[in-house]
């Protein structure tokens, strides 16, 4: 007679190791953008926005954990099966490991690092963040001289890049970039739906708001500028 020691190992998934692969290198460009890059004016921040703001970097990750595979009890599992044969006091060594099929919201395949959304997604957020990256330091550049030495803290027309479109291409690229990891995580999550949809309302929300002080602070102001989205809003 044999008797069979069995345990489950439960792993995550390929896709949520992409999608928070892709959170670490944004938030840490952004770190390294508002230390070297980014010049500032002398307005002062709300205590509660800047909370808010280390709060939602946090949030994001969890949410992003909150429905992962491994996690939640959704996932892929595997049983790990030892066969102790009480006749000979010794364990048998065929068929070890045996894998056990569980229903799950995210379901690995074999090509799970090289799918279509995946792709896509990632080729999206390296565009976006670089349309972030380059919309911060024309910002930048506009309150320092050829030398690159600040001279100025004042609030001035930005030009270039995406700045011809619309008035915070920043913004916009921060949606995309959201928009990307959505597309690399399949739209599966309902819970980064929520955190997508956030992001859209509160860039778009922050964007027109911009836009309609640049135009009441400059009257010449291109008056072709969209706030947020080229050509439509």
Same mark, same amino acid.
């Given at each position: 007679?044999?008797?069979?020691?069995?345990? !489950?190992?439960?792993?995550?998934?390929?896709?949520?190791?992409?999608?928070?692969?892709?959170?670490?290198?944004?938030?840490?460009?952004?770190?390294?953008?508002?230390?070297?890059?980014?010049?500032?004016?002398?307005?002062?921040?709300?205590?509660?926005?800047?909370?808010?703001?280390?709060?939602?970097?946090?949030?994001?990750?969890?949410?992003?954990?909150?429905?992962?595979?491994?996690?939640?009890?959704?996932?892929?599992?595997?049983?790990?099966?030892?066969?102790?044969?009480?006749?000979?006091?010794?364990?048998?060594?065929?068929?070890?490991?045996?894998?056990?099929?569980?229903?799950?919201?995210?379901?690995?395949?074999?090509?799970?690092?090289?799918?279509?959304?995946?792709?896509?997604?990632?080729?999206?957020?390296?565009?976006?963040?670089?349309?972030?990256?380059?919309?911060?330091?024309?910002?930048?550049?506009?309150?320092?001289? !050829?030398?690159?030495?600040?001279? !100025?803290?004042?609030?001035?027309?930005? !030009?270039?890049?995406?700045?011809?479109?619309?008035?915070?291409?920043?913004?916009?690229?921060?949606?995309?970039?959201?928009?990307?990891?959505?597309?690399?995580?399949?739209?599966?999550?309902?819970?980064?739906?929520?955190?997508?949809?956030?992001?859209?309302?509160?860039?778009?929300?922050?964007?027109?708001?911009?836009?309609?002080?640049?135009?009441?602070?400059?009257?010449?102001?291109?008056?072709?500028?969209?706030?947020?989205?080229?050509?439509?809003?």
């Amino acid at each position: 007679p044999i008797v069979y020691i069995t345990f !489950t190992i439960r792993s995550i998934t390929g896709v949520i190791l992409i999608g928070l692969f892709l959170l670490i290198i944004q938030v840490t460009r952004r770190l390294c953008e508002c230390k070297m890059v980014s010049v500032y004016s002398n307005a002062q921040m709300n205590i509660i926005h800047y909370m808010f703001g280390h709060l939602f970097y946090i949030g994001v990750g969890l949410s992003m954990l909150a429905e992962a595979p491994g996690f939640t009890g959704q996932g892929e599992y595997w049983r790990a099966v030892l066969p102790l044969s009480l006749t000979t006091n010794k364990w048998e060594t065929t068929n070890l490991f045996h894998p056990i099929v569980v229903p799950m919201r995210f379901k690995p395949t074999k090509y799970e690092f090289f799918t279509p959304c995946h792709m896509i997604g990632v080729t999206l957020f390296l565009w976006s963040s670089y349309i972030q990256f380059d919309s911060h330091r024309i910002l930048a550049n506009l309150r320092k001289d !050829t030398t690159g030495r600040v001279y !100025t803290t004042k609030h001035l027309i930005p !030009t270039g890049g995406w700045f011809d479109l619309v008035s915070s291409p920043h913004y916009m690229a921060e949606i995309i970039i959201y928009l990307a990891i959505t597309i690399v995580l399949g739209g599966k999550s309902s819970t980064w739906w929520m955190v997508f949809l956030f992001v859209v309302t509160n860039q778009i929300f922050v964007g027109m708001f911009n836009h309609s002080w640049y135009l009441k602070t400059f009257k010449d102001y291109p008056k072709t500028r969209r706030a947020i989205i080229p050509y439509a809003l």
